[in-house]
């Protein structure tokens, strides 16, 4: 039987600790990290994204950050097809792969056979597509999905307005046609891999205090400045890199829609509906999840146990499959 490559995965809302836990474990079992965190493949997206430092990173090796500019679309698919590439070589160089991030996406392109186009949606790209339609109308929409997917816009008339967005929105997170998709709607994990998945959760109120001092310190740090880097290269709304909570609310007090204080308060109410967005997700797509009261002071030796009883079942079973 082929050996399986054993991962281990950090999870959990924003704000929730993942990064120090995810370098602290990477310190006790010799693993590195795979960033799975969309907006830190970015890298003109430092602050804001709460990117580590390298001196916060302590010496342990970080993959799948900095690895595309603001200026390009990133998909899901381009994103697994490299975060796969480097968990290989991790691997190889016999080291742990630790999975950290909070993109449930995209923890789950690498642990699963996807089917995208049922699997996966994005709220922002389904009202800047109905947005686009009712500006310039059913044959523009139409016309767009022809340039990138002539196969199932000849199948769908520009009447049909909702599967010509669905098609597009489909196309713009994963950068596949959705002609060329594996509709089997079926998940099953990838055969290469063994995994356990590790979960940090805290009390609401907790969390949200968490965050709006995560907020204070992107501020005194510099956020407004690297915003207005990135406002300034003028960059289509509709690239993934725009989207990211800070930015787009700063971009708003930019063009003068908003105060400072009004766009400040947006990215906090927003960052706070975003948690319990990632905290649905995680609770009903992984079930398997390991969830640690991070508030807790066992949190720590509570990981570090799970890790450590992964790490040795991984090895009886390398025996078993000598």
């Excluded at 993934?240 to 971009?251: A, C, E, R, T």
């Excluded at 308060?265 to 009261?293: G, L």
């Amino acid at each position: 039987m082929k050996q399986r490559i054993p991962l281990v995965v950090v999870a959990g809302p924003t704000a929730s600790g993942k990064t120090d836990m995810a370098i602290h474990l990477a310190k006790i079992f010799d693993g590195e990290i795979i960033n799975a965190d969309s907006m830190q493949v970015y890298k003109e997206l430092n602050i804001g994204s709460a990117k580590p430092s390298m001196e916060e990173r302590q010496g342990v090796p970080h993959h799948m950050m900095d690895v595309v500019s603001v200026t390009n679309e990133y998909t899901v698919s381009q994103y697994e097809r490299q975060a796969t590439k480097a968990i290989k070589d991790v691997y190889n160089s016999g080291k742990l792969s630790i999975i950290c991030g909070g993109t449930g996406l995209y923890i789950r392109s690498l642990l699963y056979r996807m089917s995208f186009s049922n699997a996966i949606s994005d709220e922002t790209i389904r009202r800047e597509l109905t947005e686009y339609v009712n500006k310039n109308g059913k044959l523009a929409l139409h016309m767009m999905l022809s340039k990138v997917d002539k196969k199932t816009a000849s199948r769908l008339h520009p009447n049909d307005v909702k599967r010509v967005i669905r098609a597009l929105e489909v196309y713009r997170i994963t950068g596949i046609p959705f002609s060329q998709q594996d509709n089997n709607g079926k998940f099953e994990k990838k055969d290469i891999y063994r995994f356990i998945l590790i979960g940090l959760q805290w009390p609401r109120q907790e969390l949200v205090k968490r965050i709006k001092k995560r907020i204070e310190i992107m501020v005194d740090n510099g956020l407004l400045d690297e915003a207005k880097k990135i406002y300034n290269l003028y960059l289509p709304s509709s690239l993934p890199s725009m989207q990211g909570l800070g930015y787009k609310q700063l971009f708003s007090y930019f063009d003068g829609s908003c105060s400072l204080e009004e766009a400040l308060e947006q990215t906090f109410i927003q960052t706070r509906q975003f948690a319990k967005r990632q905290m649905t997700w995680f609770r009903h797509q992984e079930p398997e999840m390991h969830w640690i009261k991070a508030d807790e002071p066992g949190a720590v030796i509570q990981a570090e146990q799970l890790v450590s009883e992964f790490i040795s079942n991984d090895s009886a079973a390398r025996r078993e499959n000598r």
